[in-house]
């Protein structure tokens, strides 16, 4: 089971172990991408029908986390500033 995704939110590490973290955005989706480099990887969650989000991640980390299409991940956004632009 899946832990709630509000502030604080606990995540799942390493099989049975879960930590807390401080980052307030949390997104949970699905991952249905990943595309591996030489030293990246570049992940696609899909949160909802028609909205995805994607993340380059070290080609370690995405190895480490184990990632499999269609698995239950988090992208975990924690920025000091955010810019919005228009054209």
Known sequence: ??????AGTLVAL?????M????RNTLP?????IEPGAVNAEV????????????VITLA???SLQ???GDRAYAVI?????MVGTD
């Open 29 to 33: 989706g699905i991952v249905r991408k």
């Open 61 to 63: 980390a995405a190895r």
């Open 20 to 23: 807390k973290i401080s980052a």
């Open 78 to 82: 924690k920025a000091s500033s955010v």
């Open 44 to 55: 696609t969650l899909e949160l909802a029908p028609n909205l995805s989000i994607v993340s």
């Open 1 to 6: 089971m899946w832990p709630d995704t509000g």
């Open 14 to 18: 390493f099989a049975e172990k879960y």
């Open 67 to 69: 990632l499999k299409l």
